[in-house]
């Protein structure tokens, strides 16, 4: 192909980063200090190349050891309970999402199912040191369309039911003693309260109502219960931070921007005051609201460049563990000492990315056609003329998310194929307000497509992209991004590539999973009702216009997939077969909502890049078979 040529000359000298160094395992992950700071828990492949526990004691110039037997899938989440050396990971069955809690010690011994109930998905509530013998677990036990809150002891692993849920609970809050005390539930009508009471045998109040266009949720208590810490965006446009004076009922706002909502809130470990809050603009930008943190705050941002997050500390709040994040590089984590303020380096991510040929990703921002503010990144090959290139339009899931700055393993990979990739972050992402986001309600393949679809206008109109080689690309609500993109603007793209995106809006929410039922007046909210819109939803969903469908389209979907059933994949491929059009399937046995094993990982990045290749001219790793996966060619 003639894309090929024009691609190929300008990196010739930059080498192919190997999937493998992408989207294989990392070396470590997800570090996290142990309440009494003797223990390192980290997350790292064993020698079959599974993600496992594994432990170094910080005091001690022993062997880090592993300390689960993972069969397969490879563990992805924990935890440190208060109990000296006692840790909690999750697992679900081969992507289902009904997480089990499983115990293990630092000291060896049997690992423990502590949540053993078939089809049940297990909720971390809440853990407190005042309590280190128990913790408080969500569970969808006997109806499985709300979770109640049990009280799991931990050393004899006896659950019993703490705070019944009424139907509509979509969250709690404990205070520092393990009290449930307060809760967020959705009305009918699509909008929220924000529950209170005093104690376990009290009746339950409502403090304040969040309409249907706003957003809120309770943060914590402050340790003597007296003050509800609390972010909503009522009386404003995003969301702020503020303070909720039980005694008086009277709130006081903390930390607020006129644009953006609150991102992340930084509460000391015990004393439970919030000392920090970030707003993620372009990047994390954070804001010190305790004096007792400034330096600290200020010695980590010289440290090294790049974003940085305190994980957690000791509950003596004297070690914090942080991690910078940048965007050509791995995320790296330090042990930080507060009385001296020294950053000592523990690892990295992925250390094989250190001298690889990565790019930078920069922030942008244009206007919709309709005059909305639009921000969102672009991600370039490392050549010297960045024109006319092939692109690849990278559609975010969610679609209540957004994209962030940082090391993106989907872009460089791009990149490094020679192609320009845009994340727009699209009418209806989260993080920019509720203007921003209500502006998405029943815009499904409407002007939350619109957006994209400017994102490319702007790249041809800044000759970045060659605008008869351009892909979209994606997974959930990108995955079905791709599909309206190749079937609403089927003369914008030359090629599209779907994971796990829903065809059919009427099929996708009539087989939403039974607990996000309390949730379904917000998908009526921002959807559309099917008793109601039948015929409007219809004309939002690709499944019914794939004769418009004139390029290529690559489709992957997991088995156990309980948000986007595997019959919303089906169809549509069933429908292009019938049409006679360009379709190639995809499906993981093993998985769910996207691929959790590398194995995996890697057949589907293989099959994509040569997919990409054949349709847009950009370079190709090549397609070596990848033992162990489960994809399945249908």
């Known amino acids: 192909m003639a894309g090929q040529t024009h691609v190929a000359d300008p990196l010739k000298r930059v080498p192919l980063i190997p999937r493998a160094t992408l989207f294989g395992n990392p070396q470590r992950l997800s570090p996290q200090l142990s309440p009494y700071g003797r223990y390192l828990g980290y997350l790292a492949p064993d020698a079959r190349n599974v993600l496992q526990v594994w432990l170094r004691e910080l005091s001690k110039n022993s062997p880090?050891?592993?300390?689960?037997?993972?069969?397969?899938?490879?563990?992805?989440?924990?935890?440190?309970?208060?109990?000296?050396?006692?840790?909690?990971?999750?697992?679900?069955?081969?992507?289902?999402?009904?997480?089990?809690?499983?115990?293990?010690?630092?000291?060896?011994?049997?690992?423990?199912?502590?949540?053993?109930?078939?089809?049940?998905?297990?909720?971390?509530?809440?853990?407190e040191p005042r309590v280190p013998g128990q913790i408080l677990v969500g569970l969808n036990r006997t109806d499985p369309r709300k979770h109640d809150v049990y009280r799991l002891d931990l050393a004899s692993g006896l659950c019993e039911l703490d705070t019944e849920n009424p139907g509509n609970v979509i969250a709690w809050t404990a205070d520092a003693r393990l009290e449930v005390r307060a809760a967020l539930a959705a009305l009918p009508d699509g909008a929220h309260e924000l529950w209170l009471r005093g104690a376990r045998a009290e009746a339950w109040k409502t403090i304040l109502?969040?309409?249907?266009?706003?957003?809120?949720?309770?943060?914590?208590?402050?340790?003597?219960?007296?003050?509800?810490?609390?972010?909503?965006?009522?009386?404003?446009?995003a969301q702020r931070l503020a303070a909720y004076d039980i005694a008086a009922g009277r709130e006081t706002v903390l930390a607020q921007d006129p644009e953006y909502d609150v991102h992340n809130v930084f509460v000391h470990p015990t004393r439970r005051t919030v000392q920090a809050v970030s707003f993620y603009k372009e990047k994390e930008e954070w804001r010190v609201l305790d004096p007792s943190v400034a330096a600290d705050f200020e010695a980590l941002s010289k440290v090294r460049r790049g974003e940085f997050h305190v994980s957690n500390g000791d509950l003596a709040d004297t070690v914090w563990l942080v991690s910078y994040v940048v965007d050509d590089g791995p995320v790296l984590y330090y042990l930080y000492e507060r009385s001296c303020r020294k950053a000592s380096f523990l690892f990295s991510q992925r250390p094989e990315l250190d001298g690889l040929p990565l790019v930078a990703i920069q922030p942008v921002s244009f206007k919709a056609r309709d005059g909305l503010a639009l921000h969102g990144?672009?991600?370039?090959?490392?050549?010297?003329?960045?024109?006319?290139?092939?692109?690849?339009?990278?559609?975010?899931?969610?679609?209540?998310?957004?994209?962030?700055?940082?090391?993106?393993?989907?872009?460089?990979?791009?990149?490094?194929?020679?192609?320009?990739?845009?994340?727009?972050?699209?009418?209806?992402?989260?993080?920019?307000?509720?203007?921003?986001?209500?502006?998405?309600?029943?815009?499904?393949?409407?002007?939350?497509?619109?957006?994209?679809?400017?994102?490319?206008?702007?790249?041809?109109?800044?000759?970045?992209?060659?605008?008869?080689?351009?892909?979209?690309?994606?997974?959930?609500?990108?995955?079905?991004?791709?599909?309206?993109?190749?079937?609403?603007?089927?003369?914008?793209?030359?090629?599209?590539?779907?994971?796990?995106?829903?065809?059919n809006l009427i099929t996708l929410i009539q087989t939403i999973p039974p607990y996000w039922e309390p949730l379904r007046a917000t998908f009526a909210r921002r959807l559309g009702v099917i008793e109601r819109d039948e015929a409007f939803l219809k004309s939002r969903s690709p499944l019914f216009f794939v004769d418009r469908i004139r390029v290529p389209l690559l489709i992957a979907q997991g088995v156990h997939d309980p948000r986007v059933k595997q019959a919303e994949s089906d169809q549509i491929v069933e429908a292009m077969r019938k049409a006679n059009k360009p379709v190639q399937y995809l499906v993981y046995t093993d998985e769910g909502h996207g691929f959790a094993r590398p194995e995996n990982r890697l057949h589907f990045y293989a099959r994509a890049e040569a997919f990409l290749a054949r349709y847009l001219g950009g370079r190709a790793e090549s397609a070596e078979d990848v033992p162990g996966h489960s994809g399945e060619e249908r």
């Open 377 to 503: 990144y672009l991600t370039l090959p490392k050549v010297e003329m960045a024109w006319d290139l092939p692109a690849v339009l990278l559609v975010h899931g969610g679609p209540w998310a957004r994209d962030h700055w940082g090391f993106n393993p989907m872009a460089q990979w791009l990149a490094n194929r020679g192609y320009a990739v845009l994340q727009v972050n699209y009418r209806g992402s989260t993080g920019y307000g509720k203007k921003f986001l209500n502006a998405g309600n029943r815009e499904w393949a409407g002007k939350m497509h619109d957006d994209l679809i400017d994102g490319v206008r702007w790249m041809i109109q800044r000759k970045i992209a060659d605008p008869r080689r351009i892909a979209i690309m994606g997974g959930s609500y990108g995955g079905y991004a791709a599909l309206v993109g190749l079937t609403f603007t089927p003369e914008v793209f030359a090629a599209g590539v779907d994971i796990v995106g829903p065809s």
């Open 209 to 237: 109502r969040w309409d249907p266009d706003d957003q809120g949720a309770p943060v914590d208590f402050s340790d003597d219960g007296q003050t509800l810490y609390l972010v909503g965006d009522h009386g404003a446009n």
């Open 64 to 127: 880090d050891r592993v300390l689960t037997q993972d069969p397969k899938r490879g563990i992805r989440s924990f935890f440190w309970t208060y109990q000296t050396g006692a840790l909690i990971y999750l697992q679900d069955a081969d992507g289902d999402e009904n997480f089990h809690f499983f115990l293990v010690s630092a000291a060896g011994g049997p690992v423990r199912d502590l949540t053993p109930f078939s089809g049940v998905r297990a909720q971390l509530v809440a853990a």
